[in-house]
Structures are given as structure tokens and as C-alpha cells.
């Protein structure tokens, strides 16, 4: 059996804040549940994103989108491949704690019963160009309800685009 040694100087160089002396002592780090130290590796390739690539991933059409979305889930097969897990199993969060409460929200409502939308659980908002979620429609979720979205007319009006009926619906003030 093989016993792998772990060298502690060499992966202190690998972290550049952890060439800081404090009080004369070499830095001892140990709030990494507030925040992580980053290796240099790390720090090189978030530099070379920003000053590179740096644009949202999954929300354009123009070539940094489309070059970020490449680095994105080519990192997503890496990790994939790491932990032998295949690319679409993996979830990321912005955290520990965001994946936590992601876990803690989906086995309640898995316990609940909840998750599978039905038809008359849906509510209808308006269609808008925001790229983020309304809260309301973060409670819906929530509740095991799902949110469509109704193209509202400048007059007040909406085509109910979902079923192709040509009834027209007065929009809720």
C-alpha cells in the first residue's frame, strides 16, 4: 500500500496570501468556511477570464457569451469527469450555502409530495425581459406551483399563446 505525503510547503506556495507574515509568524488561515483562499492557478485563470472572455454564460448570442458558455461547460465536463459523474448531474450554486439550501428545499418538497406542477397549479405573469426571477415567481416554486408567461399587449390584452386559443384575456391590474 502506497502512502501518499502531503508536503506542506509546497501547497502553501501554491496560495499567495499565504507568503504573508503576521506578527512574524507565517499567516495560519483558518476561516475558509467564510472565505476560500484561491492557488495562484485559480487566480491566473479568473484573470484570464475577465481581461478575455468575461460575459454571462448561457444569455447571449454574440461571441464572449458564446466563448464563456464554452469555458463553462467545458469546466462542468472537467469536474464532471474528476468526481466520475456525468456533465448533467452536476448543479452549480453560488456557495456551500446556496447548495445546502437547494438540497434542504428539494428533499422538502420531494417529502411534501410537491414538485410535479399540475395544470391548475400554474399562474400567469406578464413576459418581460428581466434575466432574473420575479420573487413571486420564486415563492410559486416554492409551493410546488410552476409560472407560465402571458405576452401582454400595450392595450392591456393577451393571446393565450400557450394552448393557441384565439380568446383574449383582459391582463390583472
Known amino acids: 500500500m502506497t502512502s501518499l505525503a502531503l508536503d506542506s510547503r509546497a501547497l502553501r506556495a501554491d496560495f499567495p496570501l499565504l507568503q504573508r507574515e503576521v506578527n512574524g509568524h507565517p499567516l ?49 465536463e472537467t469536474v464532471a469527469s474528476f468526481i466520475g459523474a456525468a456533465p448533467e448531474q452536476l448543479v452549480w450554486t453560488a456557495g456551500a450555502t446556496a447548495g445546502l439550501n437547494l438540497i434542504a428545499y428539494a428533499i422538502g418538497n420531494a417529502s ?37 408567461r402571458a405576452r401582454v399587449r400595450r392595450c392591456g390584452t393577451s393571446r393565450s399563446w400557450m394552448t393557441g386559443s384565439s380568446t383574449w384575456m383582459r391582463r390583472r391590474r
Open 28 to 76: 495560519v488561515y483558518l476561516d475558509s468556511g467564510a472565505t476560500s483562499q484561491k492557488p495562484q492557478a485559480v487566480l491566473d485563470a479568473e484573470i484570464d477570464f475577465l481581461t478575455g472572455t468575461n460575459s454571462a454564460v448561457h444569455r447571449g448570442a454574440h461571441t464572449l457569451a458564446a466563448d464563456s458558455t464554452v469555458l463553462f461547460e467545458d469546466a462542468r
Open 112 to 148: 411534501a409530495g410537491r414538485g410535479v406542477p399540475r395544470r391548475s397549479d400554474s399562474r400567469w405573469r406578464p413576459a418581460t425581459r428581466s434575466s432574473s426571477p420575479r420573487p413571486s415567481t420564486t415563492r410559486t416554486s416554492f409551493r410546488g406551483r410552476s409560472s407560465r
